[in-house]
Every structure is written in structure tokens, then in C-alpha cells.
């Protein structure tokens, strides 16, 4: 095998050993197709004083497949890049990479290109080498797993796997143990990078570099909002005081779950998302539709709010007049004339009127 450079970095001075590296051509094709040979001269004779010998090896990895295929086919366009397949496609194209902390919902394909033989090449989770590292995982940046499949129970998630095969395919998550769900803290996103790595002494967790994924962090997100109905409620309502005025509806209230992608029943771990719920009519009125207008703005939120906030828990489809001092016949008159304007509009409360959209 030829190779395309030869490079030492410093001029060694006679009789002195020095560092110097080589870039093959082409990835080896044979176990131990590279041979380097040292020789000295001595006694007007070059004699051998050493011989070692090695593989040429690239490595590829990511997380994307290509679509409409049976088999597992690594998507080449979007390697290097780390996300969970529930992954929005615009947090994808934005380059912001995640998988959620505890499901295995995630799998890392690494193709290898050339003869690994009887060399060891492992893949790494993102530990930082130094201790003051800012790079890598830790309790800030989150802590990642990789398992390995067909194993008798479970995966084995630990921070490295053995690389025997020129595709493989291995399951990542965000690490969770007993203690705490290692997520990606606010302000700290982009800082975990996966890593192939060719073990120069057989036992040694840092190697070689093959090859580092772009930068991903542990974040869940929601993937799904699940209403239940509550029989009877919110259908022909009050509420309020005398003096604050009362508001009247008609409508149906719901009690509201969002699912993580980290599994189900873990909303827990959606601490840090915000949401917002927007209300849009089926058939909006360019015109505008007074109860229309009403059942909107009584049912959406107005702001962006974390997952567990108290006005997330219940959601009221409703529509409302609004507030009125309930001191007069006048004001009485006019919420009697805005509830027979939405019952008219939206029936008896079936929830049947707008549908939403969550972001």
C-alpha cells in the first residue's frame, strides 16, 4: 500500500528516535496490509531495528436512516448528526441535536470502511479528558449510555462498545440512574459529541480519533397532548364574584397530559419545556364572529408556559363574554345575549367548534 503523505513534524538530530505520521492512500483491504520498517545504519550497514504494523481505517456515524427501505440504511447526507427519530424536522434543519434521557428510542449506526481485523475500535460516549473539561458529559452538559443489542436482559448501557463489524448498530439514551435523569441543563445544549476510536494498546479507553458526531444534548420534549373530556363541564357556566364581575361560557373542559418522548408517564422530565396553546377556528369569519373571537381568546394561552404549570392542567373550550359588573340589568342582558350568540355558534359544548395547535 502506498500512502499519500509522510510527514515529521521535527528535524531529529542523528542517532535521535522522532515522531512522524503517515496517510494511506486507501483503506486497507487485509489485516495488516501496512507495514513500517525501521532501519539504523551501523557499521556502514543498514540493519532492522524494529517493524510494526497496521490497518487503514475510516469511520462514519450518525443517527438517520434512509426512508422507504426494509433494512437499516445509514442516511449518508446526515452523518455525524445525533437525534432522536421524534426529533421535529426544524430543530433538525436549525442543527439543534437531541435524544431524550432513558428510553432507547435512539440507534447509532458506525460504518467502518477497510479491514478492522484484529485491531480494536470501540465507540465512545462523550467523557471529557481533562477534569476541567467544558466539553463532554457531566452533570451540566447530561450524560449519555450506549448499549448493545442482544443481550439476554436489557441493553448494558456503559460510556463504550467494541466495534467487530463495518456496520454496526448500537442504542443510545440519556443516562438516568437512581439519583437524578442527567438531561441537558439551560444554557449548556451542544457540548456531547459521540467519538470512534482506534485502541492503540489493547486496553486503553482513549485511542486514536476516527472520527467525532457534531455536538447533541439530552433533552426530552413532547410529542403528544392528550385531552380527556370531563362529563357535564363547563357547559352553561359562572364563575366570579360580585365584585370582580362575573364571566359567563359555554363549552366543555378537558384535563390535559403531555407525553414525553423520554417514555410514558414521564412529564416530569419536561420541566424546562414551554408550550402554547393556539385556538384556530374551522371555519374562520374574515368578517369576524363576535363569539367566534370570544372562544378563542378564552381558550388559548397568551404566553409561552412550562409543562406542569397550574393553567396547563385543566383547558377550558369555552366561549365567554367576557368580564361584566353583575350589578344591573343592563350588564345581565348583555351576557344573557353573548351566551345565545354562542350557543347558536357552537351548539351544546360537544368541543366540536375549533381544534388547536400546540408549539
Same mark, same amino acid.
Given at each position: 500500500m502506498g500512502f499519500e503523505e509522510v510527514y515529521?513534524?521535527?528535524q531529529t538530530s542523528p542517532g535521535n528516535g522522532g515522531d512522524f505520521y503517515v496517510i494511506p492512500k486507501i483503506p486497507s483491504d487485509a489485516n495488516?496490509?501496512?507495514v513500517l520498517v525501521a532501519f539504523r545504519f551501523l557499521n556502514n550497514a543498514w540493519v532492522m531495528i524494529g517493524e510494526e504494523k497496521g490497518n487503514a481505517i475510516e469511520a462514519e456515524m450518525g443517527t438517520a436512516y434512509e426512508e422507504g427501505v426494509v433494512d437499516n440504511i445509514p442516511d449518508l447526507t446526515k452523518k455525524g448528526k445525533i437525534f432522536a427519530p421524534s426529533t421535529p424536522a426544524a430543530m433538525v /434543519? =436549525?442543527?439543534k441535536f437531541?435524544?431524550?434521557p432513558r428510553a432507547w428510542n435512539t440507534t447509532l449506526w458506525v460504518k467502518i470502511t477497510g479491514t478492522i481485523g484484529d485491531k480494536l475500535i470501540a465507540v465512545h460516549s462523550p467523557v471529557a479528558k481533562l477534569a476541567n473539561d467544558d466539553w463532554g458529559q457531566s452533570d451540566l452538559n447530561g450524560r449519555v449510555e450506549i448499549g448493545r443489542f442482544g443481550l439476554e436482559s436489557g441493553y448494558g448501557g456503559g460510556n463504550k462498545q467494541t466495534i467487530t463489524t463495518n456496520l454496526s448498530f448500537f442504542p443510545i439514551r440519556g443516562r438516568v440512574d437512581?439519583?437524578?435523569?442527567?438531561q441537558t441543563t439551560v444554557g449548556r445544549a451542544g457540548r456531547l459529541s459521540f467519538s470512534v476510536q482506534a485502541i492503540n494498546d489493547g486496553g486503553s479507553f482513549w485511542g486514536t480519533q476516527l472520527v467525532a458526531s457534531d455536538a447533541f444534548s439530552? /433533552? =426530552?420534549i413532547p410529542v403528544q397532548v392528550i385531552m380527556n373530556e370531563q362529563a357535564g363541564g363547563r357547559q352553561g357556566f359562572a364563575f366570579g364574584t360580585k365584585v370582580t364581575g362575573y364571566s359567563f361560557g359555554w363549552g366543555t373542559l378537558y384535563t390535559q397530559e403531555f407525553v414525553s418522548d423520554s417514555g410514558p408517564n414521564r412529564a416530569?422530565?419536561?420541566s424546562q419545556v414551554l408550550v402554547k396553546e393556539d385556538v384556530i377556528p374551522k371555519n374562520p369569519n374574515p368578517e369576524g364572529n363576535a363569539a367566534e373571537q370570544l372562544a378563542v381568546a378564552a381558550s388559548q394561552t397568551e404566553v409561552y408556559l412550562p409543562v406542569g404549570h397550574p393553567d396547563l392542567a385543566e383547558d377550558n373550550h369555552t366561549a365567554e363574554h367576557g368580564r361584566y359588573p353583575f350589578d344591573n340589568a343592563v350588564n345581565r342582558a348583555k351576557a344573557a345575549a353573548v351566551i345565545r350568540l354562542q350557543i347558536n355558534t357552537f351548539g351544546t359544548g360537544s368541543g366540536s367548534g375549533p381544534f388547536e395547535s400546540w408549539s
Open positions: 515529521w513534524p521535527g495488516d496490509d501496512i /434543519a =436549525a442543527g437531541r435524544i431524550p437512581a439519583k437524578n435523569v442527567y439530552v /433533552a =426530552a416530569s422530565d419536561l
